[in-house]
């Protein structure tokens, strides 16, 4: 008798055991999603070796995570798009080596950067914040390599060509504030608002879950099979047009979450340019 309350103690020991931690996710799930997601980020970080830092100039202060020190490759500038944040990255980060020197800033009015209603979040003026943050870091005391995707890609692009010396070659990841050949449906929604002043919702600000349901088929492919575009593909002719000597690559079957959708696909892209334009003769800046 004694033997089997010892066991029923035991499974009541056990379940006790697992279904504490089990309610503490259920609750948090409910109460405090925003406390998982965190976790999850700062685990995915610290499974990749990232490490966030705060860099502090003049009242302002950036979030930014990074890996690796300076070397012989370039160091690379990540700069994600509008309303997203650095841990954007963490799948592309995942298969570029560990060894590379990384830095994932979060944007002006993002995450843990600054966020004032008086701040100037135009392009240049977003270039202007970046490079305060590269030189407050001394990321330019050497050329390094910026990627950007979406609005980062607007922002990357106006800064290779603002400081044109910190930058030894760019990547750009459907860049917005080109003026496509071929307009999109989200390029006349974007019409639509500024004919409104405004007064619309944004495609890219959900305020339900009705619009965050179409905002992911606005930006994503795969996950729901329905070819959206943000931008539209010919803005690359535009670009090779300017810029003869630069590489463009299409992807197949992807939207404008490019960085999530072919994460692997586009580290292997970026790797294999810089590794071009380091061996390529004369240090000719190029683009991707």
């Not at 047009?241 to 630069?246: D, K």
Request: charged fraction near 20%.
């Amino acid at each position: 008798m004694a033997a089997e309350l010892d066991i029923v103690n035991l499974f009541i020991i056990a379940g006790a055991t697992l279904a504490i931690p089990l309610l503490a996710f259920v609750a948090s799930f409910l109460l405090w999603p925003s406390a998982l997601i965190k976790v999850y980020y700062w685990y995915w970080r610290r499974t990749l070796g990232l490490q966030v830092h705060y860099a502090d100039c003049g009242g302002y202060r950036f979030c930014y995570s990074c890996r690796g020190k300076p070397g012989m490759r370039p160091s690379i500038l990540m700069l994600h798009s509008f309303s997203a944040h650095k841990d954007t990255w963490l799948t592309l980060v995942k298969y570029l080596p560990k060894h590379l020197h990384i830095v994932c800033v979060d944007m002006p009015g993002h995450e843990g950067t600054t966020r004032t209603n008086t701040e100037d979040y135009s392009i240049m003026g977003q270039v202007r914040r970046i490079h305060q943050f590269v030189e407050t870091i001394r990321l330019n005391r050497k050329p390094f390599h910026v990627v950007g995707t979406s609005m980062g890609g607007n922002v990357a692009g106006v800064y290779a060509a603002t400081y044109l010396s910190e930058i030894c070659s760019m990547t750009l990841i459907c860049p917005d504030g080109i003026k496509h050949p071929c307009e999109t449906k989200f390029d006349n929604h974007l019409q639509d608002l500024e004919r409104s002043n405004y007064t619309l919702n944004i495609p890219l600000i959900p305020t339900t879950p009705e619009e965050m349901e179409d905002m992911f088929r606005l930006c994503s492919h795969v996950r729901f099979k329905i070819p959206q575009q943000v931008v539209d593909v010919s803005g690359a002719i535009v670009i090779a047009e300017i810029l003869p000597g630069c590489r463009v690559d299409l992807l197949e079957n992807c939207g404008h979450s490019v960085v999530m959708e072919r994460p692997c696909r586009t580290a292997k892209l970026i790797l294999e340019f810089i590794i071009l334009q380091q061996e390529a003769r004369g240090g000719t800046k190029k683009s991707s």
